[in-house]
């Protein structure tokens, strides 16, 4: 059974940094693109960062460039996203995923987390 795993939210003030975690399990950890999703209340989930297998290709949508970087443990089969410079607009459920390829898309997403809540006071 596949098991996606989030953790490290909560309240931050505007300015301030967490780091998320992704603990995965009972999949190949090694042969799978893993991509962060986020969902603020009323809105569509979206699209925030994806890292390739090997690590070497990462991408970002452009709210967070600069501010947020993905990176991942492949012996630990730990995905991890370190946001800097929070802002009240990065408030949201975030959701880790897990799928063949690095794309922004979700439904290329096979695995879902079931999310932690980020909220960001100004």
């Known amino acids: 059974q596949v098991q996606l795993v989030e953790s490290g939210g909560g309240l931050v003030q505007a300015g301030g940094s967490l780091r998320l975690p992704c603990v995965a399990s009972g999949l190949a950890f090694r042969s799978v693109a893993m991509g962060w999703f986020r969902q603020a209340p009323g809105k569509e989930r979206e699209f925030v960062g994806v890292?390739?297998?090997?690590?070497?290709?990462?991408n970002y949508v452009d709210d967070v460039k600069g501010r947020f970087t993905i990176s991942r443990d492949n012996a630990a089969n730990t995905m991890y996203l370190q946001m800097d410079s929070l802002q009240p607009g990065d408030t949201a459920v975030y959701y880790c995923?897990?799928?063949?390829?690095?794309?922004?898309?979700?439904?290329?997403?096979?695995?879902w987390g079931q999310g932690t809540q980020v909220t960001v006071s100004s």
């Open positions: 995923a897990a799928g063949p390829k690095e794309t922004v898309y979700r439904e290329y997403y096979r695995y």
């Open positions: 890292i390739s297998w090997t690590g070497g290709l990462k």
